[in-house]
């Protein structure tokens, strides 16, 4: 038997019969399929049989094993996935900006992410020449940008082509698979911090664990629920974050932090409301904050850190 037909009996016994795979038998399976070695109708009826299950830790991480094989490694410091786009009533992308003031303090940032325009979603790659942020065509192109700029954006198309075509799934078969899970974790620039945002319940610690399940105890990665499930911190709400370390997984309970007195630019490149700047700064500074703590695991430095980088940045602003 073919190890996809076997996964397939695998997770679509009856109820008794059932269970989930292994990580080696979904690392073997997405690396068949990687191949091309199983047809898109096998992957997507697998793909269905697990989300209805809910994915687990060892079958995203051994997904996410067999693309990160195929996928480049081009020397960044943070990790930002940008997948799931924002409602409009939550205002514009402003994690874009926290992304490019941590690369003007000398990180360097690759963003990559997937535009689902039918969602009618705000997406950061709609806002990238507002901020002087290239879009990389390539992974070679991305690297240069990141040498000499310090920032990229790369589309998942330009990456991994086939995960993409699974994305798109959603709109043949009306429903989401584990994919838009994996994407989030494959990592292409190599980076030791990450961040992950995510809209339901359990896939903040889903995404912190997968870490760990792949044994990458170098990669520091920050999961928490984002603002309309995008990689961006809502200051608004007190709530538990993950973070995989070198020693494993820990949760940290984070209470809401909406400073009143903060700086504020007078005027905003996104075009934001005067009444959605302090929001708009208290994101930016929650969002910096949490990326640096996969760094530092420690909250106070990392906000102290985060709230210098945003006065420095609205100091020496041109906006006037």
């Excluded at 979603?121 to 070679?140: G, T």
């Excluded at 082509?161 to 989030?184: C, S």
């Excluded at 792949?214 to 538990?240: C, D, M, R, W």
Aim: net charge neutral; hydrophobic share 40%.
């Amino acid at each position: 038997m073919s190890k996809i037909l076997e996964c397939i009996r695998t997770v679509g016994r009856g109820e008794r019969g059932r269970k989930p795979l292994t990580f080696e038998q979904a690392y073997q399976v997405m690396d068949e399929y990687l191949d091309g070695h199983c047809g898109d109708d096998q992957m997507a009826m697998l793909l269905m049989l697990i989300r209805v299950q809910n994915e687990t830790k060892q079958e995203i991480a051994g997904f996410v094993k067999a693309f990160q094989s195929r996928v480049p490694n081009l020397g960044a410091d943070i990790d930002w996935p940008c997948y799931a786009g924002k409602r409009t009533s939550a205002g514009q992308p402003w994690h874009l900006l926290a992304a490019k003031i941590l690369a003007d303090n000398g990180y360097k940032v690759l963003l990559h992410g997937y535009h689902d325009r039918p969602a009618g979603r705000l997406h950061a790659e709609d806002y990238l020449a507002a901020f002087d942020i290239q879009l990389a065509k390539s992974p070679d192109e991305a690297k240069q940008l990141l040498d000499n700029k310090g920032i990229a954006y790369l589309p998942l198309k330009h990456f991994a082509p086939q995960a993409e075509t699974m994305i798109g799934w959603k709109n043949r078969y009306g429903l989401r698979t584990p994919i838009n899970t994996v994407v989030r974790a494959l990592n292409p620039g190599g980076a030791k911090l990450g961040l992950r945002g995510s809209f339901h319940p359990g896939f903040q610690q889903l995404h912190a664990e997968v870490e760990s399940e792949i044994g990458l105890t170098s990669h520091a990665v920050v999961s928490f629920k984002g603002q309309s499930g995008e990689s961006e911190y809502n200051p608004k709400v007190s709530q538990t974050v993950w973070v995989s370390t070198p020693r494993g997984v820990e949760s940290h309970y984070w209470v809401e932090r909406m400073l009143t007195d903060i700086p504020l630019p007078k005027q905003c490149q996104f075009g934001s409301e005067q009444s959605d700047l302090n929001l708009m700064a208290n994101t930016i500074v929650s969002t910096m904050a949490a990326t640096l703590f996969a760094e530092s695991n420690d909250v106070e430095q990392a906000f102290e850190q985060a709230y210098l980088f945003w006065s420095n940045y609205c100091s020496k602003s041109l906006l006037t």
